[in-house]
């Protein structure tokens, strides 16, 4: 989730509020707790989904959807729950989400097919979507100073980006130990100490906070089926075959859902998505970079995972280790992103962290079958790019944004990011499944599987950085019609607290 700059207030402490983190502790606990949960979960799954097609007997299209279901439904329903928080309070939305998250993650030990898998999986995206919109406002709803609020973004992010750093690592070794269950169990522990901090160290919501508007329920509906039959669509294709009348019905299901809901969102009084907001120069070229990397960053780490384990031969605590490059990359740059902003500017930074994540998916894609090495380099490209890029996409969304439409912009970085993760995974594997014959998940290749899965990763890494490329060209257009190059670069505490 992006962190925003909160609207300007006095420095003055009220009475009411916590003086130091120190004293908000629970109430921080709590919320690093939910954004741990949403930043580690994918990450951890994905060096797991060899052994789970083992165990499973799941398809290439059913690892493909462990994953995606979850990103395609939490990016699908964010906004609407944003809206729901606005209205009902962010407070009550977050407990009932993490309760469900807790019971989802329980219902992982009864789990015995991949479709079973796939369900809670599902339960587990709504629930990240109830939980996510609301944590930052409520971590800045805790301080009256502006100090403080930024000092507990900072900490919350930095929990977060800690446990998608290590979720590849940390999955690895558990896998060679314990039985990938655990991969998922371990989020109710999560689960519960989150509900313990928000229901005992975040005061209830204001009455007077929320609105009364009517929620936007077609607008929901009809753009998360856009989101969902955009990404089943292509799959169909392969598994159907052209001829068939299921993958056109699909497609042409999504582009009557995508004009339907741009005509609500225009027509509503009360739309789900100000699409004028979307329009803004500003907030297309935040979204732009955000985009791509959440495309990069799905895109590889799924199939690097498949490539170190299934190609290579890899056990899953190798693999683990393999990943390190990025870990290292995630864990400590985040020391380096204020003073090289400071030092380049904002639209350099752009285009060199943008140009790095293009720069790793390209190498991944023509040299990673040469060896580790170049995995290696295309890991710390990719991580170091999507570093840098959180927070000029944060920056920029925030800078195109009226100061009472944040928390809509926080909603929108968020989204464009599940949204992309989503597709990044449908592609590569639609692609995977298109070109690699018989079941993936098995352990003997034949010489003939070895080379289409590697012509696999050549076209599936090419087609990322392709349309990763034309995310950034489209962003940086778009930043300099807004003439970016007059922008004010931001404090330095907000360059630390714009950050994912």
């Given at each position: 989730?992006?962190?925003?700059?909160?609207?300007?207030?006095?420095?003055?402490?009220?009475?009411?509020?916590?003086?130091?983190?120190?004293?908000?502790?629970?109430?921080?606990?709590?919320?690093?707790?939910?954004?741990?949960?949403?930043?580690?979960?994918?990450?951890?799954?994905?060096?797991?989904?060899?052994?789970?097609?083992?165990?499973?007997?799941?398809?290439?299209?059913?690892?493909?959807?462990?994953?995606?279901?979850?990103?395609?439904?939490?990016?699908?329903?964010?906004?609407?729950?944003?809206?729901?928080?606005?209205?009902?309070?962010?407070?009550?939305?977050?407990?009932?989400?993490?309760?469900?998250?807790?019971?989802?993650?329980?219902?992982?030990?009864?789990?015995?097919?991949?479709?079973?898998?796939?369900?809670?999986?599902?339960?587990?995206?709504?629930?990240?979507?109830?939980?996510?919109?609301?944590?930052?406002?409520?971590?800045?709803?805790?301080?009256?100073?502006?100090?403080?609020?930024?000092?507990?973004?900072?900490?919350?992010?930095?929990?977060?980006?800690?446990?998608?750093?290590?979720?590849?690592?940390?999955?690895?070794?558990?896998l060679a130990i314990a039985p990938w269950q655990v991969l998922l169990l371990v989020n109710v522990p999560v689960a519960v100490l989150a509900i313990i901090g928000v229901r005992f160290g975040v005061a209830a919501d204001d009455p007077g906070e929320l609105h009364r508007d009517p929620a936007d329920i077609a607008g929901?509906?009809?753009?998360?089926?856009?989101?969902?039959?955009?990404?089943?669509?292509?799959?169909?294709?392969?598994?159907?075959?052209?001829?068939?009348?299921?993958?056109?019905?699909?497609?042409?299901?999504?582009?009557?859902?995508?004009?339907?809901?741009?005509?609500?969102?225009?027509?509503?009084?009360?739309?789900?998505?100000?699409?004028?907001?979307?329009?803004?120069?500003?907030?297309?070229?935040?979204?732009?970079?955000?985009?791509?990397?959440?495309?990069?960053?799905?895109?590889?780490?799924?199939?690097?995972?498949?490539?170190?384990?299934?190609?290579?031969?890899?056990?899953?605590?190798?693999?683990?280790?393999?990943?390190?490059?990025?870990?290292?990359?995630?864990?400590?740059?985040?020391?380096?992103?204020?003073?090289?902003?400071?030092?380049?500017?904002?639209?350099?930074?752009?285009?060199?962290?943008?140009?790095?994540?293009?720069?790793?998916?390209?190498?991944?894609?023509?040299?990673?079958?040469?060896?580790?090495?170049?995995?290696?380099?295309?890991?710390?490209?990719?991580?170091?790019?999507?570093?840098?890029?959180?927070?000029?996409?944060?920056?920029?969304?925030?800078?195109?944004?009226?100061?009472?439409?944040?928390?809509?912009?926080?909603a929108l970085t968020d989204t464009a990011t599940e949204v992309t993760s989503g597709v990044g995974i449908a592609v590569t594997g639609t692609i995977l499944a298109a070109l690699f014959t018989g079941n993936i998940a098995t352990s003997d290749w034949s010489t003939r599987q070895t080379a289409e899965f590697g012509d696999?990763?050549?076209?599936?890494?090419?087609?990322?950085?392709?349309?990763?490329?034309?995310?950034?060209?489209?962003?940086?257009?778009?930043?300099?019609?807004?003439?970016?190059?007059?922008?004010?670069?931001?404090?330095?505490?907000?360059?630390?607290?714009?950050?994912?």
């Open positions: 989730m992006s962190t925003v700059q909160p609207a300007p207030l006095s420095s003055a402490t009220s009475p009411a509020s916590p003086r130091s983190l120190r004293e908000a502790w629970v109430a921080l606990a709590g919320l690093s707790a939910v954004f741990l949960f949403e930043m580690l979960d994918n990450s951890i799954l994905n060096v797991a989904l060899p052994t789970i097609g083992h165990e499973l007997h799941a398809s290439t299209t059913a690892l493909q959807w462990v994953t995606g279901a979850y990103a395609v439904v939490f990016g699908g329903l964010m906004l609407a729950f944003g809206a729901l928080s606005d209205r009902f309070g962010r407070r009550r939305v977050m407990l009932v989400g993490l309760v469900l998250l807790g019971v989802a993650s329980l219902a992982t030990a009864f789990v015995h097919t991949a479709e079973q898998l796939i369900a809670v999986r599902v339960a587990m995206g709504v629930a990240a979507a109830m939980t996510t919109p609301g944590s930052m406002a409520l971590a800045f709803r805790l301080f009256a100073d502006d100090g403080l609020r930024v000092r507990a973004t900072t900490l919350i992010s930095t929990v977060g980006l800690v446990g998608l750093a290590i979720g590849p690592t940390a999955g690895g070794f558990v929901a509906v009809l753009g998360t089926a856009t989101i969902v039959l955009a990404l089943v669509a292509p799959t169909l294709f392969v598994h159907e075959g052209a001829e068939s009348w299921v993958p056109w019905a699909a497609t042409v299901g999504a582009v009557v859902a995508a004009v339907l809901f741009v005509h609500r969102e225009r027509s509503a009084r009360y739309p789900l998505l100000d699409l004028a907001l979307v329009a803004h120069p500003l907030v297309s070229s935040g979204l732009a970079y955000k985009a791509a990397a959440g495309l990069a960053t799905a895109g590889l780490g799924y199939l690097v995972t498949l490539q170190l384990q299934l190609d290579w031969g890899w056990t899953p605590g190798l693999a683990a280790i393999g990943m390190l490059p990025q870990v290292v990359v995630l864990v400590a740059g985040g020391a380096f992103i204020g003073p090289f902003v400071r030092r380049v500017g904002l639209d350099r930074a752009a285009w060199l962290s943008a140009a790095a994540v293009v720069a790793g998916l390209a190498v991944y894609g023509l040299l990673s079958g040469l060896g580790y090495v170049w995995v290696a380099i295309a890991l710390v490209l990719v991580a170091a790019g999507m570093r840098v890029v959180g927070v000029v996409a944060g920056v920029n969304v925030l800078r195109g944004l009226p100061k009472n439409r944040t928390t809509i912009g926080a696999a990763v050549t076209i599936a890494g090419l087609t990322l950085t392709v349309v990763a490329a034309v995310l950034v060209g489209w962003g940086f257009t778009r930043g300099r019609r807004a003439g970016t190059d007059e922008a004010v670069t931001p404090a330095d505490d907000v360059v630390v607290a714009v950050d994912r």
